[in-house]
């Protein structure tokens, strides 16, 4: 599946998206790995020229996903699925620190917000990154939730501009929900992406338990 075979138009998205993951992978693979990822997707034009960091848009859904891929292709599949889930937890670190407009959270009011259950705040906390990614990272997002979980519904994604994958695919963002997760209760919580654009499913859904691990 890719936006040629779709002729899926390319989206835009803010240039800070791009510049953080550069900077979470450099953070995990180093300054070489940077820069072999940036060559194996044919965007060394940005190395050492990483876009702004601003929320304009100035970066592509396709070039997002095409980093994404360079690193799945320069580690292979297995290697680079723990790779990619260390990314994206570094990702939510620098976006709350650089640009938390990317994420829709102020500080730590919610997080030490009294009188209210975890699992209310987790709401609170998908809510607002859902908002977050509708209204400035261009990504049609929606929350559902059942008795056991809450699910991420995203209804675009930057994977539909990678390969078919026999497994869902979004590792970073699964990483990013994790240590969301994690920043949020202090505990960690087991994120998965149940379906994927990238295996043939009508979207990418990410399934967080309301449950706490010592709750189970």
Not at 20 to 49: C, Q, R, T
Not at 90 to 99: A, I, M, V
Not at 177 to 205: H, N, Q, Y
């Amino acid at each position: 599946m890719d936006a040629q075979t779709l002729n899926l138009p390319d989206r835009g998205m803010p240039s800070a998206a791009l510049r953080l993951l550069f900077l979470s992978i450099e953070e995990v693979m180093g300054p070489d790995g940077i820069k072999a990822v940036l060559n194996g997707a044919k965007l060394s034009h940005y190395i050492g020229n990483y876009p702004e960091n601003t929320i304009e848009y100035g970066v592509t859904f396709s070039e997002y996903g095409k980093v994404e891929q360079a690193v799945e292709d320069f580690l292979g599949p297995r290697g680079a699925r723990a790779i990619l889930i260390r990314v994206g937890r570094e990702l939510f670190r620098y976006s709350l620190r650089e640009q938390s407009a990317l994420l829709g959270i102020a500080g730590n009011a919610l997080k030490n917000m009294p009188l209210i259950s975890t699992q209310a705040k987790m709401k609170i906390l998908l809510q607002q990154i859902v908002v977050a990614a509708n209204k400035t990272v261009n990504q049609p997002t929606h929350l559902e939730e059942n008795s056991e979980a809450f699910l991420v519904v995203a209804t675009q994604c930057v994977c539909q501009w990678r390969p078919h994958h026999d497994k869902p695919c979004c590792l970073v963002t699964v990483g990013t929900f994790s240590e969301a997760m994690k920043w949020l209760t202090d505990r960690p919580i087991e994120v998965k992406e149940i379906t994927c654009f990238s295996t043939g499913a009508d979207a990418c859904r990410y399934q967080i338990p309301k449950r706490m691990p010592d709750e189970q």
